[in-house]
């Protein structure tokens, strides 16, 4: 508000950054408590990456959630040349009912006994 006061952005630009601030305010605590309970879950399964085969392990990135229901979340991944839709990955309901289609969230993925999980979490990022 402040900038466009000064002529510094336009009226506009201001409205656009208020409402983007209102949404970080409501999304980020939402996102770091979602990160956090999903960084417990896959700490408590304990699982080393390197005894997981190729085909079973998929690296630390940046996985967007595709679609959410309790307890389970279907993520977007690159393989084989193009984008895919993995799931469901079980999760802590505590998670699912924080997270939101679209957002980011950094981790690593491994198939153990025929299902995704979540087994290294880094952090959330809202849209």
């Not at 466009?4 to 305010?25: H, M, N, P, V």
């Not at 699912?96 to 990022?125: F, H, Q």
Request: proline share 6%.
């Amino acid at each position: 508000k402040w900038l466009a006061e000064k002529g510094y952005i336009s009226q506009q630009a201001a409205r656009e950054g208020a409402e983007e601030g209102a949404g970080a305010a409501r999304d980020l605590p939402k996102a770091e408590r979602a990160a956090q309970i999903l960084f417990d879950a896959a700490d408590k399964m304990a699982v080393e990456p390197d005894a997981l085969s190729d085909e079973d392990y998929l690296d630390f990135d940046h996985y967007t959630v595709a679609r959410i229901e309790p307890g389970k979340l279907w993520i977007e991944i690159f393989a084989g040349g193009r984008e895919q839709i993995l799931g469901p990955v079980p999760v802590p309901d505590k998670a699912t009912a924080l997270l939101r289609p679209g957002w980011d969230i950094s981790c690593s993925l491994g198939r153990i006994r025929g299902k995704w999980r979540i087994i290294e979490m880094g952090n959330v990022y809202p849209e």
